[in-house]
């Protein structure tokens, strides 16, 4: 297509005689065309340059099939590395180099004497102790009473819904199903096995199916919603702390005192009362859910780089840090974060720069056999957030922190 007819184009869209989602129809369906239509179109309806979003090596065509509506480029977000980091967990066993994706000077440093800390003392021990994503319509019943006869009915013909529910996906595998009534009102917590995806849209499509079996064989059963927020998705949720949501893990190091003093520059001690002090009573005080310094930081990072699904971060950010000095005087430390919600195929993990960040960490696609890659990577994860957290409450100890970021120049 010439220059002439693609700024032609994009005057009709600035003038809203062709709409956004309709340009593809101007373009053969060509989204590279169609994402220069658009981005020269906002140009002439906002006055803004955006040479800068127009320079991406992500394919477009790609991109507007699986990720994205309405695409006018690529924002760019600078990613450092952090490692060696070394983890030796059930699915995690060797040494990682941590893709972070960010804009927070300090960060990534900040990670990576986490890490060489870890690696010093002989890596972290990671292990995932539940593994289900999930979903939880909520359905209308005529009264409490019927809503306590739905619930053993449900129970009865778990079989019956669970095979309804299975019949959409060739890797989802139901574990099992909560029920939480509220007056008249139950709602089903559903509880998939997604394998190497992290399953939320697999889930949704799976539970619809069964929400059909459901009401076409129970006559007051009405599902009001497949979503009805005791999932719980992308809210933070004690819920979802107790009974786990996407991949729960934990990871845990014991760093030797002279480490500590070394690489952290301060003692175990004092790293043991910064997190009782800011981590539980502070956390406690200010009515938290999670107890931790800045898991958010890291898993937002990581989500980033790796193409999850970055409103999971409030999920992931929910998680628990815990100190204390062992009767050797060294310094012990763990993180359990109880829903990380991650995977390593579908959604943002098959855009070029997102797949090439999981093949550094030797996690992009299916495991074989499926599930292990995306256990993997939860484990790393969760040994990168000890790395931060490690690092940051050393830094505060220390008194540090104001001086790291003023000579990062931050």
């Given amino acids: 297509m010439d220059e002439e007819r693609i700024e032609e184009l994009a005057e009709r869209v600035a003038k809203g005689e062709i709409k956004f989602y309709e340009v593809e129809e101007y373009t053969d369906g060509d989204s590279e065309l ?3 239509v658009r981005r020269r179109a906002v140009e002439k309806l906002t006055g803004a340059r955006l040479k800068h979003l127009g320079e991406y090596t992500i394919d477009a065509n790609r991109a507007m099939d699986k990720n994205i509506e309405n695409m006018i480029g690529a924002v760019q977000i600078p990613v450092g590395i952090a490692g060696p980091l070394r983890v030796r967990g059930e699915y995690a066993d060797g040494e990682y180099y941590v893709p972070l994706a960010t804009t927070e000077g300090a960060l990534v440093a900040s990670v990576n004497r986490g890490c060489s800390a870890i690696t010093e003392s002989g890596g972290a021990h990671a292990r995932i102790v539940k593994d289900a994503m999930t979903r939880a319509p909520v359905f209308k019943l005529p009264s409490a009473r019927k809503a306590l006869e739905f619930v053993e009915w449900v129970r009865e013909h778990y ?6 529910a299975e019949s959409t ?32 849209n697999m889930v949704t499509i799976a539970v ?12 007051d059963a009405k599902c009001v919603s497949v979503s009805g927020n005791v999932c719980v998705d992308k809210k933070p949720s004690w819920l979802n702390n107790v009974m786990g949501r996407g991949r729960t893990v ?5 760093v030797p005192a002279d480490v500590v003093e070394e690489k952290l520059k301060t003692t175990p001690e004092a790293m043991a009362e910064v997190n009782y002090r800011k981590n539980l009573i502070g956390s406690a005080t200010a009515g938290n859910v999670g107890f931790n310094a800045h898991h958010a930081n890291i898993v937002a990072a990581i ?11 409030v999920d992931g950010s929910t998680g628990y840090t815990t100190m204390e000095v062992t009767e050797d005087g060294d310094l012990y430390a763990s993180v359990t974060i109880p829903s990380l919600n991650v995977g390593t195929v579908g959604g943002g993990t098959g855009v070029e720069t997102q797949r090439e960040c999981l093949e550094i960490l030797g996690v ?12 993997e990577f939860a484990e790393v994860v969760a040994a990168a957030v000890l790395a931060g957290e490690l690092s940051l409450i050393a830094a505060l100890a220390a008194g540090h922190l104001g001086r790291a970021h003023r000579l990062l120049g931050r």
């Avoid at 079989?159 to 309804?164: F, R, S």
């Avoid at 007056?183 to 998939?192: P, Q, S, T």
């Avoid at 934990?250 to 014991?254: F, L, P, R, S």
Wanted: charged share 30%.
């Fill in 208 to 219: 619809e199916e069964a929400v059909r079996w459901i009401e076409e064989h129970h006559p």
């Fill in 303 to 313: 989500f980033l780089a790796t193409g999850q699904d970055e409103a999971h971060v």
């Fill in 34 to 36: 169609a994402t220069e």
């Fill in 159 to 164: 079989d019956e819904i669970k095979e309804a």
């Fill in 169 to 200: 996906t060739r890797h989802g595998e139901l574990l099992g199903i909560e029920e939480f009534i509220t007056g008249r009102h139950v709602f089903l917590r559903f509880e998939f096995d997604t394998k190497d995806a992290m399953g939320m």
């Fill in 364 to 375: 992009a696609g299916g495991g074989d056999p499926p599930g292990t890659n995306a256990r």
């Fill in 250 to 254: 934990v990871a845990e190091v014991e």
